[in-house]
């Protein structure tokens, strides 16, 4: 696998989940992979 990607969109990610007063969670281990994941409250009617 060739990893030539700048991160800029995680980055820009984290900062959506932020404004939404939530967490961005990343779990990675060498050899294995990562695992990114996010949670969001539904809107409210």
Same mark, same amino acid.
């Given at each position: 696998? $060739?990893? %030539?990607? =700048? &991160? /800029?969109? /995680?980055? +820009?990610? @984290?900062? +959506? +989940?932020?404004?939404?007063?939530? %967490?961005?969670? +990343? *779990? =990675? %281990?060498? $050899?294995? &992979? %990562? !695992?990114?994941?996010? !949670?969001? *409250?539904?809107? @409210? $009617?």
């Amino acid at each position: 696998m $060739d990893a %030539t990607g =700048s &991160g /800029l969109g /995680l980055a +820009i990610c @984290k900062h +959506i +989940i932020e404004a939404h007063n939530q %967490t961005i969670h +990343i *779990r =990675s %281990t060498q $050899d294995v &992979g %990562t !695992t990114i994941g996010f !949670t969001l *409250r539904a809107k @409210k $009617d």
